[in-house]
């Protein structure tokens, strides 16, 4: 049986999508909502809710029109004016129009996230905001901006024209990188928060796979998340297992024969994107029998072409660190210090460089370096890795 967090989570986008379609009010809908949420906390352990989104729906449905006939009492809708299966009809269309919503290009990355964690997985603003690395009062203050931005552009959560769609979906494909990233690689360093991301990214990516068949970078993200998450059961927990530690009978086969027929798929739509080749790197490091069967040098070959599609300096440290699996330490400090400025206050940077110095035998420079990881992590689980690398040099 699922918890109820991730029950919530799982539900939450979808009700607010379907709610808000309905009665056209944010505010309205979110303290329903919130509502809901607090009645399925008494319900949860003694009831079994089979459909929870249609539940929820039901609940906050009725709150809002209970408030509505004490406030409007000419309002003449009745709660059973929509079924909860003629509500779970338009989940998919629902669902989709408020993704686009919280991926529209007037609002910025960073608050398209906001709004993805807040809107589609329920989250409570302190969660978010311990996420973000942010306090409760730029959270507060950022969402209140971002909304007031949706209602002077006329944002109205339905699905764009075909005219806009092209450049919007792609808006909305990388909002659900973004939030995946997050899941795997974010600083909250909270295992919950992070899985239920992961799924929930997803099930959305899913969703849009669905409705806009024929989409290349679609598939090769979805490929993408799938080879990645397949090894979430090898490293859920809260120490960082590192890859070449990670037991690979614990991998969901499953999962990376599915991505790896994805890839294939969306390889003979079109022209590859950052995306394919993202999910072939994983791949390699996927479909591998063991660590030492990894194929670095194919591995270093794509972030060559990664890097003519989409130059990241995060992508040239990725590679730097598949350089020094081969042994070609100079080659991969080169590179490490040429995007020095660049990732500067990054602790992964600096951890890829103890490694390097712990290998080529310079333990002050490790530990300086290492140190320096420590003091910029916000992640709970990474400084604890840390500090035994510290002790080991030690």
């Known amino acids: 049986m699922q918890s109820f967090e991730s029950a919530i989570s799982n539900a939450y986008g979808t009700a607010f999508a ?30 079994n809710i089979v459909n929870f989104k249609a539940w ?20 003449v809708e009745h709660a059973d004016t929509i079924s909860p299966v003629e509500a779970a ?41 311990r996420a973000l690395l942010i306090s409760d009062k730029t959270l507060e ?4 901006r971002t909304k007031r931005k949706l ?18 979906l792609n808006a909305v494909i990388k909002g659900l990188y973004l939030v995946f990233n997050e899941g795997y690689f974010g600083n909250s360093g909270h295992v919950l928060v992070s899985n239920t991301l992961c799924m929930q990214a997803i099930y959305l990516m899913r969703l849009v796979c ?48 599915e991505a790896d027929v994805l890839l294939q798929k969306s390889l003979k739509l079109g022209r590859p994107t950052a995306y394919h080749i993202q999910a072939a790197i994983a791949g390699l490091h996927s479909q591998a029998l063991s660590y030492q069967e990894t194929d670095w040098p194919q591995i270093i070959l794509l972030y060559d072409k990664l890097l003519t599609y989409e130059y990241s300096p995060v ?21 490490l210090i ?46 604890e890795y840390l500090q035994e690398q510290l002790k080991r040099l030690k």
């Open 18 to 47: 379907v709610l808000n379609k309905r009665f056209q009010n944010v505010q309205q809908v979110e303290d329903a909502l919130q509502v809901a949420c607090i009645k399925a906390i008494d319900k949860w352990p003694t009831e």
């Open 56 to 75: 929820l729906i039901k609940v906050a449905t009725n709150y809002i029109l209970d408030e509505l006939k004490k406030h409007k009492p000419d309002y």
């Open 89 to 129: 009809y338009q989940y998919d269309d629902a669902t989709l129009g408020l993704l686009f919503t919280c991926c529209h290009p007037c609002i910025s990355q960073e608050n398209q996230l906001t709004l993805f964690l807040k809107w589609v997985m329920g989250f409570d603003n302190t969660s978010i905001a």
């Open 141 to 144: 203050q950022r969402i209140t």
């Open 151 to 168: 209602r002077a552009n006329k944002v109205d959560f339905t699905l764009p024209t075909q005219v806009h769609l092209p450049t919007r």
């Open 210 to 257: 669905r409705t806009f068949r024929g989409n290349a970078a679609s598939l090769a993200l979805l490929s993408l998340m799938l080879f990645i998450q397949a090894r979430s059961p090898a490293r859920a927990t809260n120490k960082i297992i590192l890859l070449s530690h990670q037991d690979r009978s614990k991998w969901n086969k499953l999962q990376i024969a």
């Open 315 to 335: 992508a040239l440290l990725n590679q730097s660190v598949a350089l020094m699996e081969l042994g070609r330490w100079d080659i991969a400090e080169e590179k």
């Open 338 to 383: 040429s995007i020095q400025e660049s990732l500067r206050s990054y602790a992964p940077y600096y951890i890829a460089f103890g490694y390097l110095y712990k290998h080529t035998h310079r333990i002050k420079e490790a530990t300086r370096s290492l140190k320096s990881a420590y003091s910029l992590s916000k992640n709970a689980s990474e400084k």
